[in-house]
C-alpha cells in the first residue's frame, strides 16, 4: 500500500473514531432535560441551564437541606461535567424588636393587678412612667412605691387624690 493511501485510511479511522466518541456524549438539551426533571422531582420554580456540560441551577429554595438535595439529585445524571448552585435561601425575618417602654408598662399595670391597685392607668414613654386616674391619699405611697418597683427613668403623677 502506499503511504498516502495509508494515510488516508488513518485520517478516515481518526474521524470516525472522533466522531463516534463525540457523537455518544449527551447534548446539552438532553442533559438539561434530565436534569430538570431530577430538579422537578425535588423542588418547583428553579431555573436549569446547561452549556458544555456545565449545570447551572438558579432560583429559591426554602432551607438549606432542599439546596443541598437538588444539587445530590444530580449526581449519577450522564454528560454533567460539573454543577454551579445559585439556588438562593430567602432572607431571614426581621428581628422582633421589643418595645422596653411596652414592658415597662406591662410590667407597672401587672404589679398594680398582683397589688389589688385599681382605677390607675400607666403610660410610658422613653422610659417615664405618667399614672392617671384617682387613687385615696391613703394609697397614694403605696401606688408610687409600686410604679418605682419597675425602675422607669422617672414616675409623673398626674392621679387625683381622693380623702
Known amino acids: 500500500m502506499k503511504f498516502s493511501t495509508r494515510f488516508m485510511k488513518g485520517i478516515g479511522m481518526l474521524l470516525l473514531v472522533t466522531y463516534f466518541f463525540t457523537a ?12 430538570t426533571s ?20 438558579g432560583g ?3 432551607d438549606d437541606a432542599t439546596k443541598a438535595a ?4 444530580l449526581t449519577g445524571i450522564k454528560g454533567v461535567k460539573s454543577v454551579v448552585n445559585n439556588i438562593t435561601l430567602p432572607p431571614p425575618p426581621p428581628p422582633v424588636i421589643i418595645n422596653p417602654d411596652d414592658v415597662l408598662r406591662k410590667m407597672v399595670d401587672s404589679v398594680f393587678a398582683a397589688k389589688g391597685i385599681k382605677g ?3 403610660t410610658v414613654s422613653a422610659g417615664v412612667v405618667t399614672l392617671t386616674g384617682d387613687v385615696k391619699k391613703s394609697d397614694l405611697v403605696k401606688v408610687m412605691q409600686v410604679a418605682n ?15
Open 38 to 57: 431530577k430538579v422537578s422531582a425535588v423542588a418547583q420554580g428553579l431555573t436549569v441551564d446547561v452549556k458544555d456540560g456545565i449545570v447551572t441551577l
Open 24 to 35: 455518544c456524549k449527551p447534548s446539552d438539551s438532553k442533559i438539561a432535560e434530565a436534569v
Open 60 to 62: 429559591q429554595v426554602a
Open 70 to 73: 437538588v444539587a445530590a439529585a
Open 149 to 163: 418597683e419597675a425602675k422607669p427613668k422617672k414616675v409623673l403623677n398626674q392621679m387625683k387624690i381622693l380623702n
Open 120 to 122: 390607675i392607668t400607666s
